[in-house]
């Protein structure tokens, strides 16, 4: 089933933008995410990603372009948000109500709901169900908001700085129990995460989306975006213009000049430079600090 879905779009993004009076919260945002994947949405603050995601879950129209996710345009119809599971940084629980509380109200609100599996992956999770989430630790709560997201069997999933807050442990058991849930649906799933947290791209997610001053700047599988950026460092004065690769970020030293590049589908032999393969981190800095990169959007 994964196979068959790595080749569809659960979301397509093209030309979309958002705008609040004058200011343009999003604009000419491009993006074409996987069925199946778990897509990480990068950027500064300020960036369009929130505004993002209320364009996917509908809870805002596109002023420009167009935005369809699971093959519609987005909108407030019951059929369509029972494919929506949303999930932000703080988590909309009743802090005097229990685990087990809340999902029994769960199966009351959703169309399709499966309250078995969210009791069973909190258990798993040590997270006791008879106790008030009020008195829950902040992973301990996220846990919960997670698993009542995952409970209504949604084929998107939306998360918006879900695990900011949390300490490294809790960020980390929150990641687990996500890409365990991730591969138990068998490609069904589509996550799209938005986090600050460099550090969780490649232990979680397998596709990037970077906006930077509400534009899309890079949009591509990790694994592809590796391949296809490198870092080269050669003598001060070096000619730096090539056919070959797009310069996205450049310094120098008294004696060097180091370049982040993207190829330009060929690759890349000089022997004027050093050739050294960047890491996620280095490639998402560099487009965040460039929002103005000609041709970034891919």
């Not at 008294?254 to 890349?268: E, H, I, K, M, P």
Request: hydrophobic share 40%.
């Amino acid at each position: 089933m994964e196979q068959a879905n790595k080749h569809k779009a659960a979301v397509h993004v093209a030309g979309a933008g958002k705008q609040y009076g004058s200011f343009w919260a999003l604009k000419n945002c491009d993006s074409t995410i996987p069925a199946g994947s778990i897509c990480a949405l990068v950027g500064p603050n300020g960036a369009g990603k929130t505004t993002l995601l209320k364009l996917l879950t509908g809870l805002n129209q596109s002023a420009t372009g167009s935005v369809m996710v699971l093959g519609r345009t987005p909108g407030q119809q019951p059929d369509y948000l029972a494919d929506i599971g949303y999930l932000a940084q703080e988590v909309p629980l009743y802090r005097h109500m229990t685990a087990a509380e809340h999902i029994a109200m769960g199966a009351h609100l959703n169309q399709r709901w499966d309250g078995n599996s969210a009791a069973k992956r909190l258990t798993k999770a040590g997270i006791p169900l008879n106790k008030a989430v009020g008195k829950l630790s902040g992973g301990q709560r996220a846990q919960v908001g997670l698993a009542m997201a995952l409970a209504k069997k949604p084929r998107l999933l939306l998360l918006d700085e879900p695990v900011a807050a949390l300490d490294p442990l809790a960020r980390v058991e929150f990641l687990t129990s996500l890409t365990e849930a991730a591969a138990d649906a068998d490609g069904e799933l589509t996550v799209v995460m938005s986090s600050h947290l460099l550090s969780d791209l490649e232990r979680v997610c397998d596709f990037v989306v970077i906006l930077a001053s509400g534009k899309t700047q890079l949009s591509d599988e990790i694994e592809q975006v590796l391949q296809t950026h490198k870092l080269l460092s050669g003598p001060r004065g070096a000619h730096t213009a090539n056919p070959a690769y797009t310069i996205i970020k450049e310094s120098h030293s008294a004696s060097q000049t180091n370049l982040l590049v993207r190829l330009n589908g060929t690759a890349f032999r000089d022997a004027t430079w050093q050739v050294r393969e960047p890491d996620i981190e280095e490639i998402v800095l560099a487009y965040m600090a460039q929002p103005t990169i000609e041709g970034g959007a891919q």
